[in-house]
């Protein structure tokens, strides 16, 4: 949970004095003019195969869609077409680059954002580098009715990252008509370490395919290397959320529509980023009061990485959120509240704090990857597994029903819930 975990092999064997000249290497992630100069002269001689092609969410996902993708040295003159598949004609979007100083290592994140896309629709794209076809890329938009989501827990992993490919792998395969990919933070163990990222992307980039992406920040991602708070510059720079309207705190958390629900993406960092994001937090609830009050959308959905329980108190005790959030969420007609970061399962159905089989769905959605921690079952929780099972979750909503099923990796289903709209009077 808030405990740091043991520094995986591959930095077992670093000195203190190496590592301390890794970290001042380790810069935050930035947008550097100056820094691509150089480096793209160097890009003019060989320009560099794109890998780890993802469409992150964005705010609408019917007529809008925002593809990134990375290489290790600057691409020669990078451009990107896209066109409807059943169509010909083919259009080119701007690609924006950003350089991210990652653990020594070069990353350049590209970015193309699509608009005035038709709902349900396939769309084909490739980069051109170099005037030779650098990469494809396929996607669908949202239809804007049902939807099918995966939902995954910690994937941080202390070594490495095949729990996590096994369980998104079997996940994915199993469910091929999932549109929509969540991960509800602490992606990886250490969000400085460049083997941390590379193992996990490695691992999640042929499952996640052409499915929209929504990652949730956890607190590992607000780790340095020496395993310090940080502000989260890698998790920000790989991926370009859709945008809050903070001129100070922007992506810190977010908002989406897919299908029939309404995504609410909330930040439960305090304890790792108060001291670098002073006023996020205080920002953070005004905005979702109005984020609530805003939509029209059948489900509303609150993504959350922290769970309801600190189970790092002695004893267990709410978190603070609860005090702060939770009651906005409440009052703002939330349906579901997912949330992670205890690496165990639990369910429950609660209004303020009690019990309610009406109330707000609550589920605490387990483990994805192989770091395990042994919790005690809650007084609030109604349903709750061993602590040792990796598992995901399926969203699948349409306008009267919303169904939360979770999963083995061998697919045995170990729990299921739905939930139904009240039926309107006909006159
Ligand atoms: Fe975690
Ligand atoms: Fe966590």
């Given at each position: 949970?808030s ?24 810069l935050a992630a930035c ?154 933070g ?5 969000g400085e ?23 949730v920040m956890g607190n590992h991602e607000c780790y340095a290397?020496d395993w310090k708070y940080a502000t989260p510059a890698a998790f920000l720079g790989?991926?370009?959320t859709?945008p809050n309207g903070s001129t100070k705190h922007d992506r810190y958390y977010y908002a ?8 609410t993406v909330l930040n439960t960092q305090r304890e790792e980023l108060d001291g670098f994001v002073p006023g996020l937090f205080r920002e953070q609830a005004a905005w979702l009061a109005h984020d ?12 959350l990485h922290r769970?309801?329980?600190d ?8 978190d603070e959120f609860v005090r702060t959030l939770i009651p906005i ?99």
């Amino acid at each position: 949970m808030s405990d740091a975990m043991a520094l995986p092999a591959p930095f077992a064997a670093i000195s203190r004095r190496t590592f301390l000249s890794m970290s001042l290497r380790s810069l935050a992630a930035c947008a550097i003019g100056s820094l691509l100069a150089p480096l793209r002269s160097a890009a003019a001689k060989s320009s560099p195969t794109p890998r780890f092609f993802r469409r992150v969410v964005t705010q609408d996902n019917r007529t809008t869609a925002l593809i990134e993708w990375q290489t290790d040295a600057l691409l020669d003159d990078p451009h990107f077409f896209w066109k409807e598949a059943r169509k010909k004609e083919e259009r080119e979007a701007d690609v924006d680059v950003k350089y991210l100083a990652l653990d020594g290592h070069n990353v350049f994140v590209y970015r193309a954002a699509l608009r005035g896309l038709a709902p349900g629709r396939d769309y084909q794209c490739r980069v051109v580098s170099a005037r030779r076809d650098a990469g494809t890329f396929s996607f669908r938009t949202d239809s804007g009715d049902s939807l099918k989501a995966l939902i995954f827990p910690d994937s941080q992993c202390d070594n490495s990252y095949d729990a996590w490919e096994r369980v998104s792998t079997e996940a994915s395969r199993r469910n091929p008509d999932a549109s929509l990919w969540v991960n509800l933070g602490d992606l990886v163990d250490n969000g400085e370490s460049f083997y941390h990222w590379e193992g996990w992307q490695s691992a999640t980039d042929a499952s996640l395919g052409v499915r929209a992406f929504a990652p949730v920040m956890g607190n590992h991602e607000c780790y340095a290397l020496d395993w310090k708070y940080a502000t989260p510059a890698a998790f920000l720079g790989l991926f370009a959320t859709p945008p809050n309207g903070s001129t100070k705190h922007d992506r810190y958390y977010y908002a989406f529509d897919y299908g029939p629900v309404h995504f609410t993406v909330l930040n439960t960092q305090r304890e790792e980023l108060d001291g670098f994001v002073p006023g996020l937090f205080r920002e953070q609830a005004a905005w979702l009061a109005h984020d609530l009050a805003r939509t029209k959308q059948p489900w509303r959905v609150a993504l959350l990485h922290r769970d309801l329980i600190d189970y790092d108190a002695e004893p267990p005790a709410p978190d603070e959120f609860v005090r702060t959030l939770i009651p906005i969420l409440e009052k703002g007609g939330v349906d579901a509240v997912l949330t992670a970061h205890v690496h165990a399962y639990r369910r429950r159905r609660l209004t303020a704090w009690k019990h309610d089989k009406n109330g707000v769905l609550y589920i605490l959605s387990g483990n994805a990857g192989n770091c395990f921690y042994d919790v005690e079952r809650h007084a609030i929780d109604e349903i709750a597994f061993a602590d040792n099972i990796v598992n995901f979750l399926t969203l699948e909503a349409d306008e009267n029903r919303m169904t939360f099923r979770c999963f083995l990796p061998n697919g045995l289903q170990k729990d299921f819930v739905t939930l139904r709209k009240a039926p309107t009077l006909e006159e």
